[in-house]
């Protein structure tokens, strides 16, 4: 048994050490959110998720330059199969034109990589997009009803009968 457990060792050690040693490169998700104060209306979190080795160096830059003001950002969370997870937020006032980006530093990328929000992407404008076809459908079909409906009906022509007909049972 120990022989056999020595055996498996042997052999596995390396795969697990060179697996250990492989930089996993993270998945990086940009998203705002409402923000948690009044004093910004805007809240933008860069979230790299599903990396390794643990180090890692997320920053915000706006316009280029590097944004130090209103950051903050969690310690490297593990997710409890080696690999690892960190989210940055950024406070803001969006300004018109302006371009954030989250530019992230880290073993398994070849070159720092920015990540660049997109107001339009919004999942909240998203949504209200949706909801705003969904609104304007509804009532195509309710307007296209009502014309069928008026169009159906005034096709009718009431025929005025003083006979009255009796089933041929109750003669």
């Known amino acids: 048994m120990r022989n056999g457990k020595q055996n498996f060792a042997k052999k596995n050690a390396p795969l697990a050490y ?16 409402e923000a948690v104060d009044n004093r910004h209306p805007g809240m933008l979190v860069c979230s790299a998720y599903s990396f390794y080795p643990k ?11 590097e944004v130090t003001s209103d950051v903050t950002s969690t310690e490297e969370l593990p997710d409890g199969n080696w690999l ?6 950024l406070e803001f006032t969006p300004r018109p034109g302006e371009k954030i980006s989250c530019m992230v530093e880290h073993a398994s990328l070849m070159r720092p990589t920015l990540y660049d929000w997109e107001p339009m992407t919004d999942p909240g404008m998203n949504k209200l997009t949706l909801g705003i ?4 459908l509804g ?7 009502l014309i069928y409906y008026k169009k159906k009906s005034s096709l009718r022509v009431l025929v005025p009968t003083t006979e009255v007909f009796y089933p041929e049972h109750t003669l």
């Not at 180090?55 to 330059?65: E, P």
């Not at 690892?84 to 937020?89: E, G, K, L, R, T």
């Not at 009532?139 to 009803?145: K, M, R, S, T």
Request: proline share 5%; aromatic share 12%.
């Open 84 to 89: 690892y997870q960190i989210h940055s937020y």
């Open 55 to 65: 180090q890692i160096r997320v920053t915000w830059l706006r316009d280029g330059q």
């Open 139 to 145: 009532l195509v079909f309710a307007v296209a009803g």
């Open 133 to 136: 076809a969904g609104l304007l």
């Open 18 to 33: 060179n697996s250990l040693l492989t930089p996993v490169e993270p998945f990086i998700m940009l998203r705002s959110v």
